[in-house]
């Protein structure tokens, strides 16, 4: 995150009102969760916020500046579209194109873009303002971006994206 961090922050400075950070809230212990979720955690129970503490899971000192009036949506799934939440703020300012950045590439990244996808969005993937913990699924999530939803989706650098916005 710290490599693509600069380019985050380049695009909150550009539209701070018009930004929503989702964040990965996970269970309290490793015992928690439902279904597969409950197996997720007693694997990785450093996940959990007994072991992880509660102050791992806040934005980053960095992005915490933009709030106000950028937005936190809370998750506790790897898609932002679970619950309606974020389906309703964007509806309710008509928001029809979204610019997707953060980590983790290959999960929460990908499920929030799948999302806007089957939501109907124009998705605009900032591609050098991603990141993940593992670099072979990330690099293989772009080519899939490009590959397979060029139709749904369009990637960009932030400096492009900036552009656009000009």
């Known amino acids: 995150m710290r490599r693509v961090l600069p380019q985050v922050v380049q695009l909150c ?7 929503w950070f989702t964040r990965f809230i996970p269970v309290q212990s490793p015992g928690d969760g439902r279904g597969t979720w409950r197996r997720y955690y ?3 129970s450093e996940m959990t916020l007994d072991l992880l503490g509660a102050e791992m899971v806040g934005l980053l000192p960095e992005l915490e500046l933009f709030v106000p009036p950028a937005r ?10 679970f619950d309606r ?3 309703d703020q964007l509806s309710a300012r008509e928001v029809d194109t979204l610019v997707i950045s953060g980590g983790e590439t290959d ?4 499920a929030t873009v799948l999302g806007a996808i089957d939501h109907g969005y ?22 899939i971006y490009n590959d ?6 369009e990637t960009a650098s ?9």
């Open 122 to 143: 124009r998705v605009v993937v900032a591609t050098d303002a991603l990141c993940s913990s593992a670099n072979k699924t990330h690099e293989a999530t772009l080519d």
């Open 158 to 166: 932030v400096a492009e994206i900036i552009e656009a916005w000009a």
């Open 13 to 19: 400075e550009k539209r701070p009102a018009e930004t």
């Open 85 to 87: 939440r974020l389906q």
């Open 42 to 44: 007693q694997r990785w």
């Open 72 to 81: 936190v949506i809370d998750k506790h799934a790897y898609s932002p579209w």
């Open 107 to 110: 999960i929460c990244v990908l």
């Open 148 to 153: 397979r939803f060029g139709q749904q989706l």
